[in-house]
């Protein structure tokens, strides 16, 4: 791939003139997922969230018969992706012992992956991840990009799982929205996710199984989102697939004076459609067949 796009050095980012010269039609050639997901269209990962306390659907689907109709419904409205979390990481959240959490989730990932659906968990703790790899989940998303947990490098290393890796401010939910400051917020998301990206590399995942995700509401201002999301197309300078997860997110009510997650679904629409636009390979939304009509149409007018 580097003859495709040469890696920058994570630390220097290139100016977004230089970066949009190279990544002109780059983003179709990358193969992070299986299938060609996220090659000609922006595959849409569906939420299900098997907790009481999330931020929008929190108590929704938190049985594991809940969960899993929601999942099939998501399949059926147009995800190619379902990303199961059994614990909240919603601002100031409190943490989950993983073995509740893996009470909560192996069981929906395992019907939903019996049924030939394509499985994300979205945790930061090995063992959740050990559980679901075996419960026939093909993704590891983890907020901490693998520094949450010090065997979860290990984990992702033995299995040939892609591995989304987020940008958080801080290492605990609870405290990362507590006056979040960057001098460049752009520029110290790209050098962490990069340093991320080489450390693994050493550790023997290839480059080619990594995705990258600004993290959205995670240790950010609303300014702050706005510039990563203007700015999303420098995300493609590190060779890897890109995620953007910013359905119903707090800075949408910030910037439209809504007032709350449940007023937000014209905003997250939006954002995604910002992704199409940047090339980015996934969007993890709520709305699955809202934000498929959106897909359908925003390619159908630039074919």
């Known amino acids: 791939m580097a003859e495709i796009l040469p890696y920058p050095d994570a ?27 996220g090659e000609r269209q ?5 939420i299900i969230n098997v907790t009481p306390d999330s931020f929008f659907d929190g108590g929704a689907h938190d049985s594991a018969e809940a969960a899993i109709a929601h999942g099939l419904r998501l399949a059926e409205a147009g995800a190619e992706i379902l990303d199961i979390g059994g614990e909240s990481t919603r601002p100031g959240a409190a ?47 983890d907020i901490t990009a693998l520094t949450g947990d010090p065997a979860a490098v290990q984990v992702a290393a033995r299995s ?14 609870r405290t990362m929205q507590d006056n979040p400051v960057y001098a460049d917020v752009v520029a ?3 050098r962490y996710l990069g340093q991320r990206i080489t450390a693994l590399e050493a550790a023997g995942i290839p480059r080619t199984r990594l995705c990258v995700d600004p993290g959205i ?3 950010k201002t609303a300014d702050h989102n706005v510039q990563l999301l203007r700015h999303l197309p ?27 997650p449940q007023d937000r679904l014209a905003g997250s629409l939006t954002a995604a459609i910002s992704a199409f636009s940047a090339g980015v390979q996934i969007v993890r939304v709520h709305d699955v067949a809202e934000t498929a009509q959106a897909r359908a149409v925003w390619f159908a007018i630039h074919a």
């Open 95 to 141: 943490p989950l012992d993983p073995q509740e959490e893996i009470r909560r989730t192996i069981p929906v990932v395992r019907e939903l992956a019996n049924r030939g659906l394509l499985i994300s968990i979205d945790t930061r703790h090995a063992a959740v991840m050990a559980a679901a790899l075996d419960a026939g989940a093909a993704i590891l998303n």
């Open 11 to 37: 630390n220097h980012p290139p100016s977004a003139s230089s970066l949009a010269r190279r990544v002109n039609g780059f983003a179709q050639r990358i193969s992070f997922l299986p299938g060609g997901l």
């Open 188 to 190: 110290e998301v790209y």
């Open 217 to 219: 509401g995670f240790g």
């Open 234 to 260: 420098l995300l493609h300078g590190l060779g890897c697939a890109v995620l953007l997860g910013a359905s119903r997110k707090r800075f949408i009510s910030a910037l439209s004076a809504n007032e709350g």
């Open 42 to 46: 922006t595959a849409i990962m569906g």
């Open 160 to 173: 040939s799982a892609p591995v989304i890796l987020m940008h958080m401010r801080g290492s605990d939910p």
